[in-house]
Structure formats: C-alpha cells, structure tokens
C-alpha cells in the first residue's frame, strides 16, 4: 500500500490535519478576506483623490481670483486712461472754439461796453428817454444771451475782496482802516468768461489802507 492510499484512508477516518495558523499571522477564528482586504487597501486611495480634487479646485479658484483681480486692476486703469483722454480731448476742442470765437466774443463784449456808456452818460446828463433806455437794455440783453449760448458768461466775484485772478485794479481809494484794505468800492468794466478761460478780466477800484 502505497503513501498515497494511506493518505485517503487516513482522511476517510474523520482525521483532519490541523494547520499551524500562527505561522501566518491567523487565529482559529480570523480568516482571510479577499475582499476586505480590498477595501482596506483601496480606502487610502479614496483619500488621495479626495485631496488630490481638493487641491485642483484650490488651484483653479486661486487661477480665477488672480484673473479677476487683473481684469478689475486692468478695467480701472483702462478707465483712467480713457477720462484723460476725454479731459485732453476736450481741454483741445475748447482751445480750438476759443482761438477761433474770440475775436467775436471780444466784439460782442465791446458793443456792450458802448451800449452801456451811451446808456450812463444820457444818465448823467439827465436826459430820460424810455424809448432809448428800452432799446439799449434790450440790444444789450440780447447781446448777453447770445455770448452765454457760446458758453461765455459775466464774471460774478464771490465777495467784495479783491481777486487778482478775475479782477483787475484800474484806480486806488487810500484808507486809514486796515479792515477795508482791497476792498472793492466800485466796479468801472463788467469781467467776462469762457468757460472757465477769464476773456476780460473785471475792472475794479479798490481801498488801499496806508500804515
């Protein structure tokens, strides 16, 4: 009888061999789990995707910050860039009208200057004439509406202190009164404007106090 039939025989008995499980790492009641063993190995692969979608979506939102601070910084300076140029363009188109309107503006601004002499001196030589007064306060109305559509306005000082940047002195008062030095008493020429350009500055006599 060979080993082999000897090993059948031995089996069909009910003897069973008995495996030293604590060689692998095993007790009787541990068995290996395929596919545990799966799940076990296949969870820190999980966390790494996670981390790894995490960190792209970091990426690519600090991506799009940076664009968006950029495209804010560059609309803004964009914007800068396009008032200046409006400024300039329209600071070059009011030179323009004014070196082409301004010999007009000054003619029209002298037949004011005559209408209201013409005006003062029958005043002072008492001769009241309505229908005269009339015509002259109307031409000189008329006048004065056509220069504000051009965009050329009477000057209008603040106060009764004198401007050297929209006025101009043509006599001096003495004063013993420090109070009223520069002080405006009278204005002789009306001032005129364009824009902000002074076309004729007003013509004034001021208070001068002497120490």
Not at 7 to 12: D, K, Y
Not at 91 to 98: A, I, N, V
Not at 196 to 210: G, H
């Amino acid at each position: 009888m060979g080993p082999r039939k000897e090993n059948h025989r031995f089996l069909e008995k009910g003897n069973h061999l008995s495996f030293p499980e604590a060689r692998f790492g095993l007790t009787k009641k541990e068995t290996f789990n395929p596919v545990n063993y799966r799940e076990d190995k296949s969870e820190p692969r999980a966390h790494q995707q996670v981390l790894g979608m995490l960190n792209a979506l970091q990426q690519n939102f600090t991506s799009l910050l940076n664009v968006v601070t950029n495209r804010l910084s560059y609309d803004k300076t964009k914007e800068v860039a396009f008032d200046r140029l409006y400024k300039e363009m329209e600071e070059l188109k009011q030179d323009q009208e004014l070196q082409q309107f301004r010999p007009l503006f000054i003619d029209l601004i002298l037949l004011i200057d005559r209408m209201n002499n013409i005006y003062n001196d029958k005043l002072e030589l008492g001769e009241h004439n309505p229908e005269l007064i009339n015509v002259l306060q109307t031409l000189s109305h008329e006048v004065l509406e056509i220069l504000y559509r051009r965009g050329v306005e009477l000057i209008v000082a603040p106060s009764n202190k004198f401007d050297p940047k929209i006025q101009q002195v043509v006599d001096v008062i003495p004063t013993n009164n420090p109070a009223e030095d520069n002080m405006v008493v009278h204005m002789v020429r009306h001032g005129f404007k364009y824009k902000d350009v002074v076309l004729r500055p007003e013509e004034v006599i001021i208070k001068k106090y002497n120490s």
